[in-house]
């Protein structure tokens, strides 16, 4: 019964790339978070999650120091009387930078850096630190120097884009989205590097998942119900 996820059918996902606005290439994988939310991991495992903080999809680790160069979270919140919390938001780490998106429910959209402070929108595309910003047929495209970037549909669509040099180069990936190491059996490891067990009596699968995600939520950030 190990890894009973719940599967959304490649079908569902493929508009998600075709949609990206990242090019990709063979030395590229990429992470979905979309909706309330269904996320895709790098290694291809999908799995719902409603959870209702900021989340750290990715970041990467050097083993040898322990320093991370970037990271990406995402942030879930309830709309209106919506049963399920959508992606609503999202940040881009990159070399002590970061740039923090607040989207609206009509494509509206406010960008804050590490302080929070506003980033004035005197059009694109436009730089904050080692983040490049552009448009992109309609999405916002973050790219950076050190091997993550991230497409947004400037709804509920957020897709993180690696390049599989950082983990050749001896670096390790970790977040919801996984390791990027090619094996779907190992993704969904907690914080604290735990490998998910699916076969825990009086569980079931959502509320294990749901255990699962909130190990990767950031501090102080939930919504309380």
Known sequence: MRYLVSVISLLAFLPFYFSAAIPLGPNKVTCVAKGDPHIKTFDGTSYDFSGHCTYDMVNDIDPNHGQSRFGVTVDNMYRRNEKNARVVGFSVRANGH????????????????ESRTEIPQTGFPLKHGGIDVKEDEGHLVFETDVGVHV??????????????????????????????????????????????DFDQPNKTEKQIIEEFGQTWSVENTCVSL
């Open 98 to 113: 970061t740039v923090h998106v607040t989207g609206g429910e009509d494509g509206s959209f406010i960008i804050r850096d």
């Open 151 to 196: 497409s947004w549909n400037r709804f509920f669509q957020v897709v993180i884009s690696l390049d599989l040099d950082v983990v050749d180069d001896g670096r390790f990936v970790e977040g919801m989205c996984g390791d990027a190491n090619g094996n779907k059996e190992n993704d969904l490891k907690t914080r604290d590097g735990d490998l998910v």
